[in-house]
């Protein structure tokens, strides 16, 4: 075959196989294949709900339900004396899903005695729990008396079972010796009946004890001398409703409150929502559900304020809203210790979050956190401020550094800057010495528009006090 030819053949079958791959490119090979396809997979969460039913004693009736927050069943139509007993039968039942373990609490014992008087009727009113077919207490011994029993549980039992129930009675008694010192003297109290889920049901690993450690010690309440007669006892609260306090919630030792989604607001004049100051031990706060409103006018305002505890702190938030027309979240001066996890939840302020505090470690998770600067404008920039603030020296610290060496993380955060009135609102302000920024998967809002998430876009609205405090300045952006 001849030179031009061979170059011929060469070119068609270059050609040809060009083709060739054209065609390959648009088709597809035709492996083996199969699949299995499980639809309408449902998550179902399951129900922990009890029914609380009384009757009189030795009745044979069906149980009426007992009412709730109304309608006293120990009500003041009844003349006690010494010797008299006074009761009901009770019926629990588990009428959910799921297993549980129950307990009857006396709770908010509270005796009154005439004027000079300091007799407490309290401490001569037996306390009886009994079979609720007993016909008498012959031959049937107290728990103890009333004051002995107050917020203590007088009966406990598990329901594993939709329908299972459990059927006794409770019966007072004022004692036979009791003097006549106790004349006209009263007492009153709540029945307190609370369950949670127990360990019974297993998961995917065959674990039945997953929920082992749920406790029963909380306290439902609806109004504030109840939340605040639960803080001071250091009970988990559950509140039932929504909540204006008289005054700043006050804590010195653990507070744990669930929300339910109601609110926790606070009347004009008062400052700020909760307060932790002057502890001397570790403390833990842990909010979950709940709605902090802190005040809407006034100087100085705070929604959590944690000031001068000499033992670590850790605050845990979830799910939660918080505001205050000033600081949402402070962390004042003269904390030994602060730890934060905040996660699913929404902070707003002048300043969201701003601590005077050292060595903080604070984490946002899923967060939104909204920096709102409406105050009066400032041609000598007074009023700029900004929705993240590390402070330095400051007048009152002891540390003259201030919140030197803390860590800030913000994961899948929302983080906006807003101004109404023309002065500046910054996303963050550092002011202290070895601050540490990580910011992962975050957005940024400046008056509404979103921010590029690059150092060179960001650095425009991140504030600094000095030369130094920059170059000692982390940001990690990923």
């Given at each position: 075959m001849k030179d031009g030819q061979i170059k011929r053949s060469l070119a068609l079958s270059g050609l040809s196989l060009l083709m060739c791959l054209a065609l390959l490119l648009g088709t597809t090979y035709a492996w083996?294949?199969?699949?299995?396809?499980?639809?309408?997979?449902?998550?179902?969460a399951g129900s922990l709900d009890l029914e609380f039913g009384y009757r009189g004693l030795n009745e044979t009736d069906g149980y009426d339900a007992v009412p709730e927050n109304t309608g006293a069943l120990f009500g003041a139509d009844i003349s006690w004396e010494p010797g008299r007993s006074y009761g009901y039968d009770f019926r629990v039942a588990n009428s959910g899903?799921?297993?549980?373990?129950?307990?009857?609490v006396l709770a908010n014992v509270k005796a009154t005695a005439p004027e000079g008087s300091t007799a407490n009727i309290a401490d001569v009113l037996e306390v009886y729990v009994t079979d609720a077919d007993a016909a008498d207490l012959a031959g049937q011994t107290p728990v103890g008396v009333l004051s002995a029993m107050a917020d203590s549980a007088v009966k406990l039992g598990e329901l594993d079972q939709t329908g299972d129930a459990a059927e006794f009675s409770l019966v007072l008694r004022m004692k036979e010796n009791a003097s006549n010192e106790y004349q006209n003297c009263s007492v009153t109290f709540?029945?307190?009946?609370?369950?949670?889920q127990k360990p019974l049901e297993t998961d995917g690993?065959?674990?039945?004890?997953?929920?082992?450690?749920?406790?029963l010690d909380f306290l439902p309440v609806s109004d504030a001398e109840g939340l605040e007669a639960a803080v001071a006892a250091g009970k988990t609260a559950v509140l039932t409703g929504d909540i204006t306090l008289n005054e700043k919630l006050q804590a010195d030792g653990d507070v744990t409150i669930v929300g339910n989604d109601h609110a926790i607001t606070v009347p004009q004049g008062v400052d700020r929502v909760l307060d932790l100051s002057n502890t001397d031990k570790p403390v833990t706060v842990t909010l979950s559900g709940v709605d902090l409103q802190g005040p809407t006018s006034g100087t100085y305002t705070r929604g959590i304020s944690l000031y001068n505890n000499k033992q670590p702190v850790t605050l845990v938030m979830d799910g939660c809203s918080l505001s205050a027309n000033y600081y949402a979240i402070n962390l004042a001066s003269a904390n030994e210790k602060v730890d934060a996890v905040i996660r699913n939840s929404t902070?707003?302020?002048?300043?969201?979050?701003?601590?005077?505090?050292?060595?903080?470690?604070i984490t946002f998770e899923n967060c939104t956190l909204k920096g709102i600067n409406d105050k009066e404008y400032n041609a000598d920039n007074w009023n700029n401020f900004a929705t993240i603030v590390v402070n330095?020296?400051?007048?009152?610290?002891?540390?003259?550094?201030?919140?030197?060496?803390?860590t800030l993380t913000f994961k899948n955060c929302r983080i906006e800057?807003?101004?109404t009135t023309g002065n500046r609102q910054l996303l963050f302000s550092v002011r202290a010495l070895n601050t540490t920024i990580n910011a992962e998967n975050c957005t940024f809002f400046v008056d509404g528009v979103q921010i590029p998430s690059t150092p060179e876009q960001l650095a425009a609205h991140i504030g600094v006090n000095s030369q130094e405090v920059a170059d000692r300045l982390v940001v990690n952006l990923t």
């Open positions: 083996f294949t199969d699949s299995v396809v499980n639809n309408g997979n449902t998550i179902q899903s799921l297993a549980m373990k129950w307990e009857l709540d029945l307190l009946l609370r369950a949670t690993f065959g674990n039945d004890r997953y929920d082992v450690d749920a406790p902070i707003t302020g002048w300043c969201a979050f701003q601590t005077h505090s050292a060595n903080a470690n330095g020296p400051a007048e009152g610290n002891p540390d003259p550094q201030g919140a030197h060496d803390c800057a807003t101004q």
